[in-house]
């Protein structure tokens, strides 16, 4: 199985400040004949379904706000929050689709500073 | 509008069964491979299942081959997971979910995810 490893479990973030989500895949997810990284984030909130946030690593879900973006490629990827809001409290997973057998992240949780 | 709507959780006992249901309305679950999440108390998310859209290709998480079984019955747009020899580590919310993709023997991202439903295994 492929492993996700995020990083960090938690982090704390002041109002309109950057925060950064790393996760990182146990074997690349990058699919070579089509160039696209098997890769997406969600956002749950406390007891809410996830939502999905991101989709093949960089293409943003329709109606998530812009300042939500992903990056990264083969084994490491980043999900960016560039100005934190209130409503941004959560707990983010990365999930690959490479595999049929499907593996996400522990989570981050993400508080306000 | 899509919704997933899940039910039949409860309380079983180890070594018992449930099945659960997903209803889906707004879309033709028959276009889309969906799977089954689950997520125990204060832990993260864990994938159990994937059926296709045609219900021909079924794959399992290693936790759970061999006890459940995911099928769906696309006439009334309804996806199953029948749970057998039920573990206390099986006690989790269990939510389906639908492939961001149309057309494919397994799941890629979700893009829509029920309310979810409690299953507790427990003497």
């Known amino acids: 199985d492929i492993v996700m490893t995020q990083s960090p479990d938690s982090l704390a973030v002041s109002l309109g400040e950057r925060a950064t989500i790393n996760c990182k895949s146990s074997?690349?997810?990058?699919?070579?004949?089509?160039?696209?990284?098997?890769l997406a984030w969600y956002q749950q909130k406390p007891g809410q379904p996830p939502k999905m946030l991101i989709y093949w690593a960089s293409t943003r879900e329709s109606g998530v706000p812009d300042r939500f973006s992903g990056s990264g490629s083969g084994t490491d990827f980043t999900l960016t929050i560039s100005s934190l809001q209130a409503e941004d409290v959560a707990v983010y997973y990365c999930q690959q689709y490479y595999s049929t057998l499907i593996t996400f992240g522990g989570g981050t949780k993400v508080e306000i500073k | 509008e899509v919704q997933l709507l899940e039910s039949g959780g409860g309380l079983a006992q180890p070594g018992g069964s449930l099945r659960l249901s997903c209803a889906a309305s707004?879309?033709?679950?028959?276009?889309?491979?969906m799977s089954w999440v689950r997520q125990a108390p204060g832990k993260g998310l864990e994938w159990v299942s994937v059926?296709?859209?045609?219900?021909?290709?079924?794959y399992y998480a290693d936790s759970v081959k061999g006890r459940f079984t995911v099928s769906r019955d696309n006439s009334k747009n309804t996806l199953y997971l029948q749970m057998h020899s039920l573990r206390v580590e099986d006690t989790a919310v269990y939510y389906c979910?639908?492939?961001?993709?149309?057309?494919?023997?397994?799941?890629?991202?979700?893009?829509?995810w029920g309310q979810g439903t409690l299953v507790t295994v427990s003497s």
């Open positions: 979910a639908k492939d961001g993709l149309s057309g494919n023997d397994y799941s890629y991202y979700f893009d829509y």
């Open positions: 059926i296709s859209g045609s219900g021909g290709s079924t």
């Open positions: 707004g879309l033709s679950l028959s276009t889309y491979a």
């Open positions: 074997q690349s997810v990058l699919y070579n004949s089509n160039n696209k990284n098997y």
